[in-house]
């Protein structure tokens, strides 16, 4: 037997233009279609999200395999980063686990190492997030948002997390969203 749904359109458009159907099967929202316009701040080449340069030598806490080493973060941006590792170069491709101490707390997150040599630097590895709870986001993209306050950013002086940059784009549908079903459930 299938479940009763109901449509429920989006309360209002965002600034780009994105438009949401919603149906809801007992409480679960399942996202059913998308469209907006296309994102003319972004040219054909991949957009690359702006990057940190990380002060003081910070150090992480990498794992890949059952084996610990240490690396001294060079960059960082709300998708990955690079590092010198102890360790020496991993394989491309190869999955771990980066765990950052931050002013916020402490940052877990699953990673891949992409190609040595980032940022210009022979020993410095790449690598991009993969995965990370919650906690460790809001706590990422607290420190992340304090280094470029500080002055660390390579970014225009705009924030990421402005409603104008993807990321902010998406928190701010999700809020409209939690916004839409709280009042749908009362």
Same mark, same amino acid.
């Given at each position: 037997?299938?479940?009763?749904?109901? $449509? =429920?359109?989006?309360?209002?458009? $965002? /600034?780009? !233009?994105?438009?949401?159907?919603?149906?809801?099967?007992? !409480?679960?929202?399942?996202?059913?279609?998308?469209?907006?316009? /296309?994102?003319?701040? #972004?040219?054909?080449?991949?957009?690359?999200?702006?990057?940190?340069?990380? /002060?003081?030598?910070?150090?992480?806490?990498?794992?890949?395999?059952?084996?610990? &080493?240490?690396?001294?973060?060079? #960059?960082?941006?709300?998708?990955?980063?690079?590092?010198?590792?102890?360790?020496?170069?991993?394989? #491309?491709?190869?999955?771990?686990?980066?765990?950052?101490?931050?002013?916020?707390?402490?940052?877990?997150?699953?990673?891949? &190492?992409?190609?040595?040599?980032?940022?210009?630097?022979?020993?410095?590895?790449?690598?991009?997030?993969?995965?990370?709870? $919650? $906690?460790?986001?809001?706590?990422?993209?607290?420190?992340?948002?304090?280094?470029?306050?500080?002055?660390?950013?390579?970014?225009?002086?705009?924030?990421? =997390?402005?409603?104008?940059? /993807?990321?902010?784009?998406?928190?701010?549908?999700?809020?409209?969203?939690?916004?839409?079903?709280?009042?749908? #459930?009362?």
């Amino acid at each position: 037997m299938p479940h009763p749904t109901m $449509d =429920l359109p989006c309360l209002q458009q $965002d /600034p780009a !233009g994105t438009e949401v159907t919603l149906t809801v099967w007992f !409480g679960t929202a399942i996202l059913l279609e998308v469209s907006s316009k /296309p994102d003319k701040s #972004r040219n054909n080449n991949k957009s690359r999200a702006p990057r940190i340069r990380v /002060p003081n030598n910070e150090r992480a806490i990498f794992s890949v395999d059952e084996s610990k &080493f240490l690396g001294v973060i060079q #960059r960082l941006s709300l998708t990955g980063g690079s590092a010198v590792l102890a360790k020496g170069p991993i394989p #491309r491709g190869a999955m771990g686990k980066l765990i950052l101490n931050t002013v916020y707390g402490r940052v877990t997150a699953q990673v891949e &190492f992409l190609q040595t040599g980032a940022d210009g630097i022979p020993l410095a590895q790449a690598f991009r997030f993969i995965a990370m709870d $919650d $906690d460790s986001s809001r706590r990422f993209s607290a420190a992340a948002s304090l280094m470029e306050k500080e002055g660390f950013s390579d970014a225009p002086k705009t924030s990421p =997390l402005s409603g104008k940059a /993807p990321l902010g784009q998406l928190l701010n549908s999700v809020r409209r969203l939690a916004a839409t079903l709280s009042h749908t #459930r009362t």
